[in-house]
């Protein structure tokens, strides 16, 4: 079993874009964060995302709205950063309350400052295989760190246990493009799926995406498949742990992405690279500002 490392692999990214950052003359690369409530695992989110921008030399701010924000105000707090010309990407913090849409709100961002990749049009140009949208993160920074660790997925069958908007319906989007790197064979379970223990023991590639701790058993894996864990769970004692049961699981892999440590880094990692290019796109075509 060896260790994919995503620590290492995203302050790697981040020093090759403080490095992009620092060169830049003029006003820096900004991010502009909208927190809604008090949720306390989105407080450290986005309190670990500005602190990346910070050692980045990327730009930062927060707008903490209460909980009891209407969606029209909502709206309107993204329109002015829509058109602020000194704003590169726009991040409202999931989850958000359950009286206002999150579709709603998704659509209302500018697609060219979607540092998450979540608006329709940037969904779609990912299914498409087109180069010029954001990838989300997390599943963007998975597929970087197969392609670091020089892990073959080409031709792979690849077994996604979870099928959200953020993490595996658009990881299977990016893994199943004909591009290399990708071309996987990809299949997607969740809840309603039978035979799970059938579907997962055939991947080569097994990702979790779950939110279940310790959901993933030794059984369920083929042996020296490669594992990839997503999930973030926070047990009574405090404990972070992933949806992989990774004391058990570990020994019969040929790869395996420990919680923490492994997909949470790169996600933060690749929203970086997303805010310099959304930097690049609107700072150098000033029409689209
Ligand atoms: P969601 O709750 O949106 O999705 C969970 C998925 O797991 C659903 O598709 C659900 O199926 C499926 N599922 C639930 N129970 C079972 C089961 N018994 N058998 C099979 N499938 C099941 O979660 P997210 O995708 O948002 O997040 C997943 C995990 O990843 C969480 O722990 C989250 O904290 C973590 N995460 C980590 C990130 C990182 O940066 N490392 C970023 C984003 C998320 P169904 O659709 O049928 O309900």
């Not at 692999?9 to 008090?38: N, T, W, Y």
């Not at 954001?134 to 020089?150: A, D, E, R, S, V």
């Not at 055939?202 to 990702?207: E, P, R, T």
């Amino acid at each position: 079993m060896r260790l994919i490392d995503g620590k290492k692999i995203a302050l790697e990214l981040e020093e090759q874009i403080r490095a992009q950052v620092a060169v830049i003359q003029g006003r820096k690369p900004s991010l502009a964060f909208i927190l809604v409530g008090d949720n306390a695992a989105s407080q450290t989110y986005v309190r670990a995302k500005k602190r990346a921008c910070a050692a980045i030399g990327i730009l930062s701010t927060l707008t903490h709205l209460p909980s009891t924000i209407s969606q029209d105000e909502l709206l309107r707090e993204i329109d002015l950063l829509n058109r602020n010309p000194n704003v590169d990407g726009i991040l409202v913090q999931l989850p958000l309350p359950m009286h206002i849409n999150d579709r709603a709100v998704m659509l209302s961002i500018n697609p060219e400052k979607d540092v998450d990749g979540f608006h329709p049009v940037n969904i779609g140009k990912m299914l498409l295989g087109e180069d010029h949208g954001f990838l989300p993160c997390t599943p963007h920074g998975i597929k970087i760190l197969l392609q670091k660790y020089n892990i073959p997925v080409e031709g792979k069958h690849v077994v996604i246990v979870g099928r959200s908007n953020i993490v595996g319906k658009p990881l299977a989007a990016i893994l199943m493009q004909k591009r290399p790197h990708c071309n996987a064979t990809v299949t997607i379970a969740h809840s309603q799926s039978e035979h799970l223990t059938d579907i997962t023991q055939s991947a080569d590639i097994l990702v979790a995406a779950i939110g279940k701790a310790h959901f993933i058993k030794k059984e369920m894996v083929k042996p020296k498949a490669v594992v990839i864990d997503v999930g973030i769970n926070r047990l009574c004692d405090g404990k972070i742990v992933g949806d992989v049961d990774f004391e058990n699981v570990a020994p019969i892999t040929s790869w395996i992405s420990p919680v923490p440590g492994g997909v949470g880094p790169m996600t933060i990692a690749m929203l970086m690279q997303n805010t310099l290019y959304c930097y690049n796109k609107l700072y150098n075509s000033p029409s689209l500002r």
